[in-house]
């Protein structure tokens, strides 16, 4: 055995030096005349073009590499230690991480309704009101992707980005909320604005030199900020203050698009799921601090906020509008995001065996905003 072992092993550096020599010679006949041998073409489902400029038509429906930089530098989420379980990604949804970090690549699809939006973005005007796009269709058909694909422009072309990706979870599945410090009676989602402040600082530290203050703002007798300042001193303050964070961000906000206005910077914002902030109700119980699991009886129900009673719900509505310059607005309707009572999940698989109805949800955008949204 020992012998046949050793035979075996000579033959395989036999077979070895022999291709080396193979190889050898190829890359000597390839570069006798002082030219390398050109790189092999990509597979027929990918593209070398990672520049989400120079993506065409011609290149819709194959996968490009995503640069890991721009992965890591908006995800994953900066959560508190305590909401370990919660991982969430600035960047794509987190099914979309999981099978990155399985794969050992960061990949994306160019998709038609992508392509559709980078040509308007390239013929946009931005000395004109903001244009505000919205995309529509069903579960898994792939709108948050899009949206990650537009962040990849976006953040090429040196646009500050608002990535609103979880705005769904703000409204369900919050982490801990406190009543308003800027106007009584609203509630402030403070490690949810502290969480998006970090991120934000971040994304777009080196976005924001010409960005100024255009008043005075003032939390406490040490917390102030003079017109005039950076921007940045308005991030800082919400990462560093978790009480302030949530004002902070509607700071942010409202200086943003002064900002765009006066020419400053370009601004891109992404909402998934923005039909969330159109609905009657949301599950932010204002009598408690944190998120609690259902089911829930009448009495906690009676409880639930509005959406104009969170304050960041309300500032995030006024980036919606389009009322200020150099910006691009883009936005997803979604179906999941819709609130409304059904069966626990350990006896909601009954009720779907029961009910032989089809689903007459419409995914359609003014079904999903009402006449408000619309």
């Given at each position: 055995?020992?012998s046949n072992?050793r035979?075996?092993l000579s033959?395989?550096?036999?077979?070895q030096?022999?291709g080396?020599a193979?190889?050898?010679c190829?890359?000597n006949?390839?570069?006798e005349n002082?030219a390398?041998?050109?790189?092999?073409?990509p597979?027929?489902?990918r593209?070398?073009?990672?520049?989400v400029?120079?993506h065409t038509?011609?290149?819709?429906?194959k996968?490009?590499?995503v640069?890991?930089?721009i992965?890591?530098?908006?995800?994953?989420?900066m959560?508190p230690r305590?909401?370990?379980?919660?991982t969430?990604?600035?960047?794509?949804p987190t099914?979309?991480s999981d099978?990155?970090?399985c794969l050992g690549?960061?990949?994306?699809?160019?998709?038609?309704?992508?392509?559709?939006i980078?040509?308007c973005?390239k013929q946009?005007?931005?000395?004109?009101?903001?244009v505000?796009y919205?995309?529509?269709g069903?579960?898994?058909?792939g709108k948050?992707?899009?949206?990650?694909?537009?962040?990849?422009?976006?953040?090429?072309?040196?646009?500050?980005?608002?990535?609103?990706?979880h705005?769904?979870?703000?409204?369900?599945k919050y982490?801990?909320?406190?009543p308003s410090?800027?106007?009584?009676?609203r509630?402030?989602?403070?490690t949810?604005?502290?969480?998006?402040l970090?991120?934000f600082r971040q994304?777009?530290?080196?976005?924001l030199s010409?960005c100024?203050?255009h008043r005075?703002?003032?939390?406490?007798a040490?917390?102030k900020?003079?017109?005039?300042?950076?921007?940045?001193?308005v991030?800082e303050?919400?990462?560093?203050?978790?009480?302030f964070?949530?004002?902070?961000?509607n700071?942010l906000?409202?200086e943003?698009?002064?900002?765009?206005k006066a020419g400053n910077?370009k601004m891109?914002?992404?909402?998934d799921?923005?039909?969330?902030l159109?609905q009657?109700?949301?599950?932010?119980?204002?009598e408690?601090t944190?998120?609690k699991?259902g089911?829930y009886?009448?009495q906690?129900?009676?409880?639930?906020?509005k959406v104009?009673?969170?304050?960041?719900?309300?500032?995030?509505l006024?980036?919606?509008?389009?009322?200020y310059?150099?910006?691009?607005i883009?936005?997803?309707?979604?179906?999941?995001?819709?609130i409304?009572?059904?069966d626990?999940s350990?006896?909601?698989?009954?009720?779907?065996a029961k009910?032989t109805?089809p689903?007459?949800t419409?995914?359609?955008?003014f079904?999903?905003l009402?006449?408000?949204g619309?």
């Amino acid at each position: 055995i020992i012998s046949n072992c050793r035979q075996s092993l000579s033959h395989l550096e036999q077979v070895q030096k022999l291709g080396a020599a193979r190889r050898f010679c190829s890359t000597n006949a390839g570069t006798e005349n002082g030219a390398e041998a050109p790189p092999p073409p990509p597979p027929l489902h990918r593209t070398n073009e990672s520049l989400v400029r120079n993506h065409t038509t011609s290149l819709k429906g194959k996968f490009f590499t995503v640069d890991p930089k721009i992965v890591n530098l908006f995800g994953p989420e900066m959560y508190p230690r305590k909401y370990v379980t919660r991982t969430r990604n600035y960047f794509a949804p987190t099914s979309w991480s999981d099978r990155n970090k399985c794969l050992g690549e960061s990949c994306l699809m160019i998709r038609e309704p992508a392509l559709d939006i980078l040509n308007c973005l390239k013929q946009t005007n931005f000395e004109a009101p903001a244009v505000r796009y919205v995309l529509h269709g069903r579960h898994g058909y792939g709108k948050s992707l899009t949206l990650s694909h537009l962040m990849c422009y976006g953040h090429q072309e040196n646009f500050i980005i608002m990535p609103f990706l979880h705005i769904d979870a703000w409204s369900k599945k919050y982490y801990e909320i406190a009543p308003s410090t800027f106007k009584p009676g609203r509630i402030d989602h403070i490690t949810n604005a502290n969480i998006f402040l970090k991120h934000f600082r971040q994304a777009n530290s080196n976005k924001l030199s010409k960005c100024v203050t255009h008043r005075d703002y003032s939390w406490s007798a040490r917390d102030k900020i003079s017109a005039g300042s950076n921007l940045s001193e308005v991030v800082e303050l919400g990462c560093d203050r978790l009480n302030f964070a949530s004002d902070a961000l509607n700071v942010l906000i409202r200086e943003l698009k002064l900002n765009c206005k006066a020419g400053n910077c370009k601004m891109m914002v992404l909402v998934d799921g923005v039909n969330t902030l159109f609905q009657d109700s949301t599950l932010v119980n204002k009598e408690t601090t944190t998120y609690k699991h259902g089911p829930y009886d009448e009495q906690y129900t009676s409880k639930f906020a509005k959406v104009e009673e969170c304050s960041n719900f309300v500032g995030i509505l006024k980036l919606l509008k389009n009322d200020y310059k150099n910006a691009a607005i883009i936005t997803t309707v979604r179906t999941e995001n819709i609130i409304g009572w059904h069966d626990p999940s350990y006896k909601s698989y009954k009720t779907r065996a029961k009910d032989t109805r089809p689903d007459t949800t419409s995914h359609l955008p003014f079904a999903l905003l009402g006449e408000k949204g619309w």
